[in-house]
């Protein structure tokens, strides 16, 4: 299926750990972005990728980092995670190049809760 | 801050009715809106877009209407079923040359059978 992924679905980890959620797409997008959705369902851009280079990096705390190996993957990486950092993040790609549209896809989100 | 936002938090129809969701932005160089629907567990999906030289778009059961005289954006569902109930999203992209979307706070909309 072509589609938008992100392993792992669910994440419970302690505050202080440090964690990665991985997304991929096989949709033959150029550009990749993470989200995060608070309790109240906000939905907020973290960072975008295009080509494996960052274009947006949001106020987003240091501890946070993106990590785009090839143009199919971005990858997030939180440091010493903070009861704050529970949310569900969503991973969501869309072809920049070439298109009128500002079309993102979305994957299926990781909820991850910091105990 | 953030430019969009929703009128109503929760809409409650009966199935068949028709359903109107509201969402008000403040950036009048916005040049693209989209809806998305969000079922529980799930991420967005998208419904329908609309560029800001339009005014009217129609998909299968939506029609988007854009009024940027007064920055509103509705989405209309005609005759709703159960499998609309879902939180519904708008999103602009505000012509800055990035491809970001912003998102509005989200409309949840309840089918009574």
């Known amino acids: 299926d072509t589609a938008v992924s992100q392993t792992p679905k669910y994440l419970v980890t302690q505050m202080g750990n440090d964690k990665s959620i991985k997304c991929e797409q096989n949709l033959g997008h150029d550009t990749m972005y993470w989200y995060k959705q608070d309790s109240k369902k906000f939905l907020k851009i973290m960072f975008s990728?295009?080509?494996?280079?960052?274009?947006i990096n949001e106020t987003v705390p240091n501890r946070f980092s993106p990590k785009s190996p090839d143009k199919a993957h971005l990858n997030l990486h939180i440091n010493s995670l903070e009861l704050g950092d529970s949310a569900v993040y969503f991973c969501?790609?869309?072809?920049?190049?070439?298109?009128?549209?500002?079309?993102?896809?979305f994957g299926p989100g990781t909820r991850l809760t910091v105990t | 801050g953030e430019s969009v936002g929703l009128h109503l938090p929760t809409l409650s129809v009966q199935e068949g009715d028709n359903s109107i969701i509201n969402c008000a932005y403040s950036?009048?160089?916005?040049?693209?809106f989209i809806w998305y629907k969000q079922e529980s567990g799930k991420g967005p999906q998208f419904i329908i877009d609309i560029r800001s030289n339009m005014d009217k778009r129609q998909g299968q059961r939506v029609t988007v209407l854009l009024n940027k005289t007064v920055k509103h954006l509705s989405l209309q569902i005609a005759a709703t079923q159960p499998g609309d109930s879902a939180v519904y999203f708008c999103a602009e992209n505000m012509g800055t040359g990035r491809r970001a979307l912003t998102f509005g706070s989200g409309t949840r909309l309840q089918v009574q059978p």
């Open positions: 969501a790609s869309s072809q920049a190049l070439r298109t009128l549209s500002y079309e993102q896809y």
């Open positions: 990728y295009n080509n494996k280079e960052l274009i």
């Open positions: 950036n009048s160089a916005s040049d693209y």
